[in-house]
């Protein structure tokens, strides 16, 4: 298949606008939206470009940061435009995906385009569906379920990092947010459950569960086929539904749900948002572990369905979307990008961190000039840490490969190693003995941490001199780089998967290394896949330990993602009041029926005798069949004959 980001972003942008579109060389009418190469821009002139609403500008495929920072440069150099977005698109053909620069610009002075994609170009106030800029302070806050089988703290996982701070995100933007937590308890997690839903009343959340802890309730080998049941079932029996409902794609908890209001059977007014994760199928790829299991393709069909049925699909990374794209799943129309809300947890307000941090985070840019020569050793890193849960696809080998090479050089860097995170499997061995192992050749002391909840790790990665690094061989949207640059602390990281999109585009590549072989990874299970090479990470590292480390920026402000998400779901709540107000008393109700004669006029005749309450009846018939209809007709039933030529 193919898909052309660039095009995308033009054609979802011109709808908002309500702009006419068109594609250079083509002429554009006055208040249109031009899309063009960064060739065509001289070409196109400052007389011609002074009339339009906005521009979307692309330069050649490849080049990285430089090249995307000499396009905006060019861009701005048009003393009438102004640059929104930089970033780099992508373009999608068949099993190969290539990424090239691109600016989008608006006249100076003209503040549409910039609300608009404040939290990105693919962000939820582009939904068509609904004006989240016509949202006021009269609005409703929205009544809004999070369904999630993780929960921030009470157990592990990105899934329940991204759910719990958007849930918290909400509530504190005025939203009623319930957290539905559909995983499975034993029986000892009743009383835990109570504390936890007093933790979750202080932020402003009513936790619930899905079931009893320890209770089978459906009688299925499925956990996710009950869990699926279950869910649908639980939101039926609510008195006043939610204006919205989120839920991951993984383990399609949502599923039976979303055909529930496929078939009109339940759930009308409810929006359904399904988040992209990482599915079953992807991340089998991405460890290279067959599906051998039956739960496994389960999972998967589930999952399908969730994507397929959502009013909504919304995920941290395009690539994702690229990926389910490629491997042949259906996609709904409303496909949003928008990064995840920021953890309470690693807010540097919520937790203590050394006031040079806190000032760095605050001020939004680096106490050091980025490139500069380190001036003493307060500004290099003096510890490494990995930062991820220590398994073979968050790139452990790909680290200690690295750390092999700098242990090789003439004269090594000092610093420490940690290894900050759950411990889990590597190459089929338990992480710790394999890193162990590893470490033995290593000129540098080294240690692992795997006791930390979310605040401990951050506090412990807020220490001065401390470079975090995350070298996943492939990776959807990590919230350990998210958590990472929202602290202002300096990265070393793989761009793989969605990675790159965490990082401003302009600085990618000063933080992040990477493969531009074009292959959108994970490769399907059975193709051989080479080993990952550590030479970029060794590289990035000792550019990282010879130079001022600088803050890593984020590529939308964290509060414009945060207010974007609170404008659409008041735009939701709005829309569903408006659907909502009661009829005109005088305008009854309509019903028409069509009818297709085979020739059973006793069929017909108590057919067409049923139908005396229609506002119309279109019988489309053979000739042997208007007896019946006008009898019918001369009863007064409201027949209609189409026309033939």
């Known amino acids: 298949m193919s898909w052309d980001e660039a095009d995308a972003i033009a054609r979802r942008l011109a709808a908002r606008l309500d702009a006419p579109l068109t594609r250079w060389p083509e002429r554009p009418a006055a208040g249109g939206l031009l899309t063009l190469d960064a060739a065509a821009l001289a070409e196109a002139g400052d007389e011609l470009l002074g009339t339009l609403a906005a521009l979307v500008v692309s330069g050649a495929p490849g080049g990285g940061s430089e090249a995307l920072i000499a396009l905006r440069d060019a861009v701005a150099a048009h003393a009438d435009w102004t640059v929104v977005v930089s970033l780099f698109a992508t373009r999608l053909d068949g099993d190969r995906a290539e990424e090239l620069p691109l600016v989008v610009a608006a006249p100076v002075g003209d503040e549409r385009v910039a609300a608009l994609l404040a939290a990105g170009p693919h962000a939820l106030t582009l939904d068509d569906a609904v004006d989240a800029g016509a949202v006021t302070d009269d609005d409703r806050p929205a009544r809004v379920c999070v369904v999630s089988f993780e929960l921030a703290g009470m ?23 319930t957290f539905l937590f559909s995983g499975w308890q034993e029986r000892t997690a009743a ?13 402003g959340l009513t936790l619930e569960f899905l079931r009893e802890p320890g209770v089978v309730t459906v009688g299925t080998p499925h956990l996710v086929v009950s869990a699926a ?18 839920a991951p794609e993984n383990m399609g908890q949502s599923a039976y749900a979303q055909l529930a209001k496929a078939h009109g059977a339940a759930h009308a007014g409810t929006t359904f948002v399904v988040g992209t994760h990482g599915p079953t199928r992807w991340a089998a790829e991405a460890n290279r572990v067959a599906l051998t299991r039956e739960e496994f393709h389960v999972n998967d069909a589930l999952e399908r369905i969730a994507v397929e049925r959502a009013d909504v699909l919304l995920g941290p990374s395009r690539y994702l979307h690229d990926y389910m794209r490629q491997r042949g799943w259906r996609l709904p129309r409303r496909v949003h990008v928008q990064p995840y809300a920021t953890p309470a947890a690693v807010r540097p307000e919520s937790f203590s961190v050394p006031p040079a941090v806190r000032a760095r985070s605050a001020a939004g840019a680096s106490a050091s000039t980025p490139g500069e020569p380190a001036g003493g050793d307060d500004a290099l890193p003096r510890e490494l840490v990995f930062f991820g849960r220590l398994e073979t696809r968050k790139g452990v ?12 050089d003439a004269s090594p860097a000092r610093f420490e190693v940690t290894f900050l995170g759950p411990v889990a499997e590597v190459l089929g061995q338990a992480a710790d003995a394999y890193i162990a192992q590893r470490a033995a050749r290593w000129p540098w002391s080294w240690r692992i941490v795997s006791d930390l909840d979310q605040r401990g790790a951050a506090e412990l990665l807020s220490r001065p001199g401390v470079l975090a690094v995350m070298p996943s061989t492939v990776d959807n949207a990590p919230n350990t780089v998210s958590e990472a640059v929202a602290l202002a602390i300096p990265i070393a990281a793989g761009r793989s998967g969605g990675t790159g999109e965490l990082v401003a585009a302009t600085d990618r590549d000063a933080h992040m290394f990477g493969d531009d072989s074009g292959a959108l990874l994970p490769l399907p299970l059975g193709e051989p896949t080479a080993p990952a090479d550590p030479r970029p990470l060794a590289e990035l590292l000792r550019r990282r330990l010879a130079t001022v480390v600088e803050r890593p920026q984020p590529p939308f402000a964290p509060a414009a993602v945060e207010a974007a998400y609170d404008r659409w779901h008041r735009a939701v709540a709005r829309a569903n009041d408006a659907a909502a107000a009661p009829a005109d008393a005088d305008a009854a109700a309509s019903l028409t029926v069509c009818l297709l004669f085979d020739g059973d006029h006793g069929l017909l005749s108590a057919q067409l005798a049923a139908l005396d309450g229609c506002d119309a009846v279109v019988a489309d018939l053979r000739a042997d069949g208007v007896g019946p209809v006008a009898a019918a007709a001369s009863r007064g039933v409201p027949v209609v004959r189409p026309q033939r030529a």
């Open 155 to 177: 157990t592990g996982g990105g899934i329940g990092t991204a759910s719990t701070a958007l849930a918290e995100a909400l509530a504190r933007a005025g939203h009623e947010v």
């Open 191 to 203: 009383e835990a459950n109570e504390r936890w839903r007093d933790h979750c009343a202080r932020r």
């Open 229 to 246: 049941y279950e869910v649908d079932r639980w939101l039926r029996r609510r008195a006043q539904p939610f204006d919205v409902v989120h």
């Open 397 to 408: 080998v790909t680290l200690c490969d690295a750390l092999d090479l700098l242990a090789a």
